[in-house]
């Protein structure tokens, strides 16, 4: 008691010299207690759980009737606490001031042990509120209210406990309460900036994660929002199977948003590529095409000059008849090859006749009176239009599909932290396939991760009802349901896993949430 500085009720110990003392619990049973709470305090990582633990520890090891425990936010100056019920957690603003008795508390940074609120001293900077009790008829009585105090030595919250349980009535905490709610208080001070400290990591994190998954998206503006849907349907199939902890969901979550990382290391040229050929390099095809169909008129022209000045007895009307034949078979060549270049330019399946239709084209080169061969097609032009699926030559293709082992190369450079260690191996596997047709390893079943199958799938699925591909139609959910579960029987895709995400309606997510 020598500690202490009596004001009548009120009892306020000199921070320096106690508030971060260690003290020694009175009774074994109140060390073990002691122990057994700083063991919960420390593998909390829940701030909410935190501060309910931290609560009622507190009011059991003093046998308080009530206790509130509140957080300082000392830049907008007030005192956060929550309220909860059986359902919600809401978070409750206060202004930190020096008028109110938790106020005092934490600005001051000392304890106060008061055996009667409603008997304080009116030349005292802090008065009671006593509006709690008149709305419910409870009768506050004795408090004992002491201050978290950080490693920094900066307060960061407040211990309310409130009325002492005797044998038959509400009586004074002690000094000795005060000095375990002090230990618990450094304790839960630690806990608590611990926890903030891991939240705040994690927030930032999420934010690295979530602008990263959105600059990718963004670098192709036909796939806008793509990784957050596929994150999206990963975290709920991967909720609705049942089989992951919270960790591991978190871990699918980063491991989705983050899938197509590797395309920021593919060619915008490619990753953009709509048909086989752009817009600016089919008319220089068409121009092309135009200027043989003119070549071979003024030739076809030529001759005929030719031939009537060594023949000038000739009849002209005849010879002026074969010219505007074969002008008009040069026009009627030329625009049925223009079409037909338009028509396979974009992608899609290349028949048989097709291929040999254009490969017709190409041989067809036309010699001219110089001796100057023209050819239809460049080389370049060849090998983009004879492509037989989709838009990408081996070689682009190849570029693209590299998306996936870089997506590893990228991720596997970030430290993530123990519980996430596997979001590069789950990421990059998103595209390999159950039967080894996948890629980048071509890996079958037992070493594709149940994780990369969830994404998958959502990947899959999110690729063919997506609306913002202009080279592809979208699909509606049936239809790709349909592809989806034709690939399953394939033995491409993990067929349980696709049961779920059907039968559980985890494909409509992405439409309920509007995104
Ligand atoms: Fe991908
Ligand atoms: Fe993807």
């Not at 000392?110 to 802090?126: G, K, R, S, T």
């Not at 001070?189 to 994690?202: D, F």
């Not at 980063?254 to 817009?279: F, Q």
């Not at 789950?426 to 039967?435: G, Q, R, T, V, Y």
Request: with cysteine; charged share 30%; aromatic share 8%.
């Amino acid at each position: 008691m020598s500690e202490l500085n009596n004001t009548g009720t009120t009892l306020e110990l000199k921070r320096s010299e106690t508030a971060l003392r260690p003290v020694q619990p009175a009774q074994d049973d109140t060390a073990m207690r002691f122990i057994r709470i700083a063991v919960s305090l420390s593998a909390e990582k829940d701030l909410k759980k935190l501060m309910d633990l931290i609560t009622h520890d507190a009011q059991e090891l003093v046998d308080a009737d009530r206790g509130s425990l509140y957080l300082i936010d000392h830049v907008n100056k007030k005192l956060i606490f929550y309220v909860t019920d059986n359902e919600s957690f809401a978070e409750m603003k206060i202004d930190l001031t020096p008028d109110s008795i938790s106020g005092y508390v934490g600005l001051k940074g000392l304890p106060l042990l008061i055996d009667d609120v409603y008997c304080l001293d009116p030349a005292l900077p802090y008065k009671f509120n006593n509006s709690f009790d008149k709305k419910t008829g409870f009768r506050t009585k004795s408090m004992l209210v002491v201050p978290l105090i950080s490693h920094m030595n900066e307060t960061i919250g407040v211990i309310q406990l409130i009325n002492k349980k005797g044998i038959d009535e509400i009586i004074g905490f002690t000094d000795e309460d005060m000095k375990i709610i002090q230990a618990i208080g450094s304790l839960a001070a630690v806990s608590i900036e611990n926890t903030l400290l891991y939240k705040e990591i994690e927030t930032i994190f999420e934010s690295f994660v979530s602008y990263s998954a959105t600059a990718i998206d963004e670098r192709d503006p036909c796939t806008g929002g793509h990784s957050r849907r596929v994150a999206m349907y990963s975290t709920e199939l991967a909720k609705a199977m049942g089989t992951f902890t919270h960790d591991q969901i978190k871990e699918i979550k980063y491991a989705s948003w983050l899938h197509d990382m590797g395309k920021i290391g593919v060619k915008e040229a490619v990753l953009n590529k709509e048909n086989k050929l752009t817009v600016s390099e089919l008319d220089a095809l068409k121009c092309r095409l135009g200027n043989i169909c003119e070549k071979k008129t003024s030739d076809a022209y030529e001759e005929i000059l030719e031939f009537q000045s060594k023949n000038p007895t000739a009849p002209l009307d005849e010879a002026f008849k074969t010219l505007r034949e074969k002008i008009e078979k040069f026009r009627a060549e030329t625009k049925d090859m223009i079409e037909f270049i338009v028509q396979i330019n974009f992608p899609g399946f290349l028949s048989d006749d097709k291929a040999k239709k254009l490969e017709e084209i190409r041989a067809g080169v036309y010699t001219d009176r110089t001796g100057k061969a023209w050819n239809n097609l460049t080389d370049f032009e060849y090998e983009n239009l004879k492509v037989v699926r989709g838009n990408l030559r081996a070689s682009e293709l190849s570029e693209m599909q590299s998306h996936a082992a870089k997506t590893y190369e990228i991720l596997k450079h970030i430290p993530f932290t123990r519980e996430l260690k596997n979001v590069a191996e789950i990421a990059a596997k998103h595209h390999e396939k159950l039967d080894g047709t996948g890629y980048p390893a071509r890996l079958t079943m037992t070493d594709i991760p149940v994780q990369s199958r969830i994404i998958a799938i959502s990947d899959i699925y999110d690729a063919l009802v997506s609306q913002d591909r202009p080279y592809k139609k979208a699909m509606t959910p049936e239809v790709a349901l349909k592809i989806l579960t034709e690939e399953a029987d394939k033995g491409k895709l993990d067929k349980d896993i696709l049961k779920i995400f059907v039968e559980k309606g985890v494909y409509k997510i992405a439409e309920t949430a509007k995104i």
